[in-house]
């Protein structure tokens, strides 16, 4: 049970480090990708067996932890534009409803069932996600098309990390492995960064400020271990998969929420509670298998 109150402390801590990315001028692709690759160095620090790199081509999970690391440098990209122009909570519940998608997938990867209440639940968590973004129309907040895409574009991306994550770890990852399959997905999602960065602005390579790494660091630490604490909280045999998906978005939507409104001194209209109030309604219709 330590292991999933650690993710969700990890995973909280993500949403307020984007949030001071904007407060102290940090540029975020440069600290996104510093961030993946102290993630790899904290997963290799952690994985305490003897390793060779060659020995990876072996590894039945490679594939898998590429396509991650792919997917990875571009939701967390979304994730932090999300968290900056629409609020912490926001980009929290857009990344937690998400749960809906690995539910779905279950139906068809893992032959399980879904009744009416469940159903229900996976519309809530659709409104739950409007609700929770509608900003009313002020001066200096972007409440265009494109912002307002924001948000289903990171549920729908964070929706198929999950679903992979949980594919992964059951079918393909032992146990004594978490920390290394960690590390190569972090480490490949900086790879693919860099290359990102190589080929639309090269000329930025130079401009890595002190801010920037340093931002990268702090993002990167609580980014691995949100990652590594959940797969081995997905091991604990008290609670089903389902549970401890429902408990760890639950706890951190309240976590990011509160965070938003006492850090950050966040406001949030009456629509934006009714979006947070169904985003847990739906998380706990969504989870009564």
Excluded at 2 to 7: A, Y
Excluded at 163 to 171: A, D, H, N
Excluded at 175 to 183: D, I, K
């Amino acid at each position: 049970m330590w292991d999933l109150i650690w993710s969700i402390c990890c995973s909280s801590i993500i949403f307020v480090v984007f949030k001071l990315f904007k407060t102290y001028k940090a540029d975020t692709f440069h600290a996104i990708i510093v961030n993946y690759f102290t993630a790899l160095c904290v997963g290799l620090l952690v994985y305490r067996q003897p390793f060779r790199w060659e020995e990876l081509s072996q590894k039945s999970w490679l594939a898998g932890a590429l396509l991650l690391g792919a997917f990875f440098i571009l939701i967390f990209n979304l994730m932090a534009a999300t968290s900056q122009k629409l609020g912490v909570s926001v980009a929290s519940v857009a990344t937690k409803m998400s749960l809906a998608i690995p539910v779905v997938a279950g139906l068809i990867l893992y032959d399980e069932h879904l009744n009416t209440i469940q159903f229900i639940g996976i519309g809530l968590a659709l409104l739950a996600v409007y609700f929770t973004a509608y900003r009313e129309k002020r001066p200096g907040l972007n409440t265009g098309l494109r912002s307002m895409l924001l948000p289903l574009m990171v549920f729908l991306g964070s929706g198929i990390i999950d679903t992979s994550i949980k594919y992964l770890q059951q079918t393909r990852v032992p146990e004594n492995e978490y920390p290394l399959f960690s590390a190569i997905v972090f480490g490949f999602a900086g790879f693919t960064g860099l290359l990102v960065l190589l080929i639309k602005k090269p000329q930025t390579l130079t401009r890595f400020k002190a801010v920037n790494v340093l931002g990268g660091i702090a993002l990167g630490i609580p980014n691995f271990f949100s990652i590594y604490f959940l797969l081995r909280a997905l091991k604990f045999e008290g609670l089903n998969s389902a549970s401890i998906f429902t408990l760890n978005n639950v706890a951190i939507v309240m976590l990011t929420t509160l965070t938003g409104i006492i850090l950050f001194k966040e406001s949030l209209s009456r629509k934006n509670w009714i979006g947070i109030l169904l985003a847990i309604i739906s998380i706990l219709l969504i989870s009564l298998l």
